[in-house]
């Protein structure tokens, strides 16, 4: 069982005028942390006006440290972009399930937005022993992080358009064995809807109060069920969320 920790910060800098990566000392824990999985963060200077904890994903490990990229849009999240080094905040995690590795594969990486983290992490492990193609998406030119292919709404950076767009062709042209994916829900849900046949391993978004399932306010739709993204997740099989419900 996760237990609750105050994690010395190593390093916070900004990545662009939304982003900041925040790098945590935590030799116990970094061997733990595995992509998919995620920390419950919240900043010492938020303590007394925000009570819950903010779900961030682990977007890779150097060494004793684990390393998280944020986006600020909240007084939580802002919180975070703040703390200096030699501070410490309070951690929880590492929390949730991860991806399944393969080897031998043409893998397809699907993010959108703050989804790209995890599948960064992702990508690093299997890079050696599969062809990786990465796409992602965001809103405009701050979202996009490096990748193959990149599409804006706006048009500011890569292509304009979603992400899901031009996903029938790349599917055939890299001939994908296994899709994996990480972003907004109706991102997710499109990937599934185009390629049903091919196997969908998705992450995904919620706002996780506990991260440790007794709230039950992120519950999903998943087989015959409903499955807490926090305790059950955050990576599902695509293929058994019903998406007509969400």
Known sequence: MPRFLELKVADCKRLNADYFELWLEA?????LCKPGMFFELKAQ???QERKLFKPISV???LNDRISFIIKAIGPGTRALAEVQPGETLFALGP???DFPLVEGKNVLLVSGGVGWPPLGFLSDLLKERNKITHIHGGAGAS???PCDRAYTVDGSAGE???VTQDLPQILTDQNIDIIYSCGPLPMIGAVQKIAPKIPHFASLEAYMACGLGAC????VPVGESYLRVCADGPVFNAADIRWEEI
């Open 143 to 145: 979202d996009i992080f």
């Open 27 to 31: 030799p116990s824990l970094a061997p």
């Open 45 to 47: 200077t938020a303590a």
């Open 95 to 97: 929390l949730g399930n």
């Open 160 to 162: 304009k358009g979603l």
């Open 59 to 61: 977007a890779g490990v």
């Open 216 to 219: 039950h306010g992120c519950v």
